[in-house]
Structures are given as C-alpha cells and as structure tokens.
C-alpha cells in the first residue's frame, strides 16, 4: 500500500460532510487519494481504505 499521512479530517454523520486530508489533498468517501488507493469512509477517528481490492483499517 503507498503511505499515507493524515493531516486532518472531518466527520459529520451526514456522510457528503465527511472527508479527509490525506498526502496534502482534500479527499471525500469514494474518491482516490493516490491511483489504486480509494478512501472508502470516514469515521471520527479512523478511515477505511481500498487498495486495489483490499481494506485497511488506518487510525490517526
């Protein structure tokens, strides 16, 4: 998996509000942080990412 580094995130139980800054770029649910690396939700102190087929549970 290419690293991430977290830098700040939002969470709003409205999931259109939820998003992430991840590698120096704003990302929302759905979207690529880096190719084949798709943030899948974002929860209030954790994200779940998909990386080519496979979730990672990261804390920050």
Not at 33 to 59: F, M, Q, W
Request: net charge positive.
């Amino acid at each position: 998996m290419p690293p991430v580094k977290v830098s700040g995130s939002s969470y709003s139980q409205n999931p259109a509000h939820r998003m992430l800054i991840a590698n120096g770029k704003v990302v929302h649910e759905g979207q690529e942080i880096e190719p084949g690396l798709k943030l899948e939700t974002v929860g209030p102190r954790s994200a779940v990412l998909n990386h080519r087929g496979t979730l990672y549970n990261i804390t920050y």
